[in-house]
């Protein structure tokens, strides 16, 4: 099968089919290689690329400027435009559309990275809004991938607000795959009902399932990964309380991590993550709420089995696949595969 995702945008992974997952997937592997290797890139020599930030960022900004760079791209890094103030996005969008190649967003609606992508004219890729966030995704299944060597049939427990853009996307990556996802989550921060319809609808296909359950032991036995995300997201800090009531018997512990009964579970989170009190919120959290940790447990965050540094990475290597397939002139091998030079 010949993949060809040439000015293509990334706004969600429903918009791709399972063979372009993980063409992705084996793309952002071989690029991962290329770069272990020292071997310098020009994939996207001459292209120009702006990131578009309205939400803070570590990983995100960070992945998107050095997988640029190490394919020869130039990036502008924007966050002071009249987009959405003295201009409208769609007039922004084709000004950039005339400047740029492509245009990273991330940002709180996902209609703005819709917007920008309908009427810039070139890709546009979602670095993350309250909906979606599929470019972390291909990151997660690419660390599970490097684990357990392939992705059909493992099962993925996301523990916490499955009602987020985490629990959403991971639902979506897991159903595409067919792999097991559950979410492990209170009632009142269950998944859209419409969309957990829709993904299990695909499963008829690709064989995954979906499992919603408010039973932390039913959720995560036989888990290959346990996922979690922290428990308040940006914009909603007004309701750290309410959401630390909710969910502090949904921490992820050694408990929880003994309760999946597999010895080759690893533990993944998309970072940040309050698991101690060396941040500002740890320290007001352990001071109001008596808590030494929140979603997760130092003493997970730091096992081996914790692979949220290698999935980090993983961010920089699946985010270049992604500007790559829509920027690069990519050829594929007899079997399909992306060739990386």
Not at 115 to 131: C, K, M, Q, R
Not at 304 to 324: G, L, P, W
């Amino acid at each position: 099968m010949n993949i060809d995702l040439k000015g293509r945008s990334l706004l969600t992974l429903q918009d791709f089919t399972p063979d372009e997952i993980r063409y992705l997937i084996d793309y952002a592997a071989a690029l991962k290689k290329k770069k272990k290797e020292g071997r310098i890139g020009q994939l996207m020599a001459g292209k120009n690329i702006v990131l578009i930030f309205e939400k803070t960022s570590t990983r995100t900004r960070c992945a998107f400027e050095v997988a640029a760079y190490d394919e020869g791209a130039s990036v502008t890094f924007l966050t002071n435009s009249q987009m959405g103030k003295k201009e409208s996005i769609a007039d922004t969008a084709k000004v950039l559309g005339r400047f740029y190649d492509g245009i990273e967003f991330r940002g709180f609606k996902q209609e703005t990275v819709e917007d920008l992508a309908e009427y810039s004219g070139i890709p546009v890729w979602n670095g993350l809004t309250d909906t979606y966030h599929p470019t972390q995704i291909l990151a997660d299944m690419l660390t599970i991938k490097e684990n357990f060597g392939e992705l059909k049939g493992r099962k993925l427990a996301y523990i916490g607000d499955a009602r987020n853009n985490m629990g959403n996307s991971l639902m979506i990556g897991c159903a595409k795959l067919g792999m097991h996802f559950a979410a492990v989550a209170p009632v009142p921060l269950f998944p859209n009902g419409e969309l957990v319809e829709k993904m299990r609808s695909l499963c008829e296909t690709t064989g995954g399932s979906i499992t919603i359950t408010d039973d932390i032991k039913e959720g995560v036995r036989g888990a290959d990964a346990l996922y979690t995300d922290v428990w308040v997201s940006m914009g909603e800090e007004a309701r750290m309380e309410e959401r630390i009531q909710l969910l502090r018997p949904y921490q992820v512990n050694q408990a929880m991590v003994n309760a999946t009964e597999n010895p080759d579970v690893i533990f993944l989170h998309c970072l940040p993550s309050f698991h101690d009190d060396q941040t500002v919120v740890g320290k007001n959290v352990k001071e109001k709420y008596g808590l030494e940790a929140m979603e997760v447990t130092d003493e997970v965050f730091q096992a081996d089995y914790s692979k949220v540094f290698d999935e980090a990475e993983n961010r920089m290597h699946t985010i270049k696949a992604v500007m790559c397939a829509s920027l690069a002139n990519t050829q594929n091998d007899k079997n399909g595969r992306p060739i990386v030079y």
